[in-house]
């Protein structure tokens, strides 16, 4: 983390005494580190360029970068305005949050395999993953949202993508279709506490209704990603939100519904916290223990969730 940032609005009380029930003792930790700056961070577009080309390339136009210790391809780089480089026009580079990185590579997609982003949209996921696939197998890139089709599809071509198929369709429809996949990312919609340090909007749009409103959206889009799983693959739920009501809540549902197991999730060199197994006045099915949270606080990241389950 940098230079202290001037300002962010007042976290209103009740998000602000939800924070502090989450966070414990760490809670001043987690407010100031939202107060301030964060690095810049990118993933190397390996359908485009090698991981030395492109650090030599950024090298000479001054861009100095470290890696992201969990990440292959990743890098924090000083440099705010890395997103007007020429690096980022020509697609060398994704400009992807560190911890907007695990999702992904939690899934560890495989060329030739047929896989599922169910939301899809702007892509950043997507174009992780088709790296991942190398540009071989399905991925099907899934968006409700017919306006943010165009920007998928803009960084799908941007970045070389060519073994995607892009759909418009509501993710609950899924469970309707005769489609199984290998692999399915589920990188939800949802409230978005974990990035208020970087999208202030989300303090303002937040409340409980819209907690209740995602946590049952999420329920759905869950069941139907479930229902179009082959046996044996792998689904991974993720937010960039920290509430329980959105995540561990939604998995406790999942384990409900039946036919998937939870795996566990091993990542190096990120600190994470364990999924919490209980909540206000809710008991969550302890093998939610398994999912991993990441704080902000932790690694100077945005907040995420993300959880690993297998279709038995
Ligand atoms: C967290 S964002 C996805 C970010 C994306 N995975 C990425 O890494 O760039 C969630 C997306 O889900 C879309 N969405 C909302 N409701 C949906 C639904 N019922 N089915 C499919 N997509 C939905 C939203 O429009 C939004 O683009």
Redesign the pocket.
């Known amino acids: 983390m940098g230079a202290k940032l001037h300002s962010m609005p007042e976290i209103p009380g009740k998000m602000k005494e939800r924070f502090e029930a989450i966070f414990g003792r760490d809670y001043d930790k987690f407010e100031e580190c939202c107060r301030n700056d964060y690095k810049k961070s990118f993933r190397v577009n390996t359908l485009k360029i090698s991981v030395e080309d492109a650090l030599e390339l950024l090298k000479g136009n001054g861009i100095i970068t470290k890696r992201i210790p969990w990440t292959k391809n990743g890098f924090f780089t000083d440099v705010k305005s890395v997103g007007n480089s020429f690096e980022n026009f020509m697609g060398y580079i994704y400009i992807?949050g560190p911890a907007?990185m695990l999702?992904a590579m939690v899934l560890d997609p495989n060329p030739g395999e047929t896989v599922l982003?169910?939301?899809?949209?702007?892509?950043?996921?997507?174009t992780q993953i088709a790296a991942m696939m190398k540009n071989k197998g399905v991925l099907v890139a899934?968006?409700?949202?017919y306006k943010?089709i165009k920007l998928l599809r803009f960084n799908n071509d941007k970045n070389g993508v060519l073994n995607s198929v892009i759909t418009n369709?509501?993710?609950?429809d899924f469970a309707k279709s005769k489609l199984r996949f290998d692999k399915i990312?589920l990188?939800?919609?949802?409230t978005?506490e974990g990035i208020v340090m970087r999208e202030w909007e989300v303090i303002k749009r937040w409340n409980m209704k819209l907690v209740i409103k995602m946590c049952r959206?999420q329920k759905?889009?869950i069941a139907s990603a479930i229902s179009c799983l082959k046996p044996g693959g792998t689904l991974v739920y993720s937010?960039?939100t920290l509430s329980p009501e959105e995540n561990e809540e939604v998995i406790d549902h999942a384990l409900k519904i039946g036919g998937i197991e939870l795996e566990d999730i091993e990542l190096k060199g990120i600190k994470t916290r364990k999924g919490l197994t209980s909540w206000d006045r809710y008991t969550y099915n302890e093998r939610v223990s398994k999912c991993v949270r990441v704080w902000p606080q932790d690694n100077g990241t945005e907040g995420f969730f993300v959880a690993k389950l297998k279709k038995v």
């Open positions: 992807q907007s999702p982003d169910m939301c899809a949209s702007p892509g950043s996921k997507t899934n968006e409700s949202d943010r369709l509501d993710g609950r990312l990188d939800a919609p949802c978005g959206l759905d889009l937010t960039c």
